[in-house]
């Protein structure tokens, strides 16, 4: 059983940056993968970024490529995602997912997620 906590989100204006994080409880949170979500009002979950256990492998949608970074600290339970260059766009409920797999490959789709966060606000205004 894991839980998790996301954390960091907040209101802030076009073009700042925001570090999110993904608390988790459990010892062996270091074999799980983890990923980012976001929803925002109206519209679909989406993926926007995942990591494998160990951070050798990520995964980032094209909307955040170049401006997001996942990354993990298997020793605090934690995992983060850098938001920078934020876009009115990005506003939305950001998520963190959580699934036992200690392998490469890095989950992109909500199904393939075993344990959820409540969410954190993102609000970007222009």
């Known amino acids: 059983q894991v839980q998790l906590v996301e954390s960091g989100g907040g209101l802030v204006q076009a073009g700042d940056s925001l570090r999110l994080a993904c608390a988790a409880s459990?010892?062996?949170?270091?074999?799980?993968?983890v990923g980012w979500f976001r929803q925002a009002p109206g519209k679909e979950r989406e993926s926007i970024a995942g990591?494998?256990?160990?951070?050798?492998?990520?995964y980032y949608a094209d909307s955040v490529k170049g401006r997001f970074t996942i990354s993990r600290d298997n020793a605090k339970n934690t995992v983060y995602l850098q938001l920078n260059s934020l876009k009115p766009e990005d506003t939305a409920v950001y998520y963190c997912?959580?699934?036992?797999?200690?392998?490469?490959?890095?989950?992109?789709?909500?199904?393939?997620?075993?344990?959820w966060g409540q969410g954190t606000q993102v609000t970007v205004s222009s």
């Open positions: 459990g010892r062996t949170f270091s074999r799980y993968a």
């Open positions: 997912a959580a699934v036992y797999y200690s392998g490469d490959y890095v989950y992109t789709n909500a199904r393939d997620y075993r344990y």
């Open positions: 990591i494998n256990w160990s951070g050798g492998s990520t």
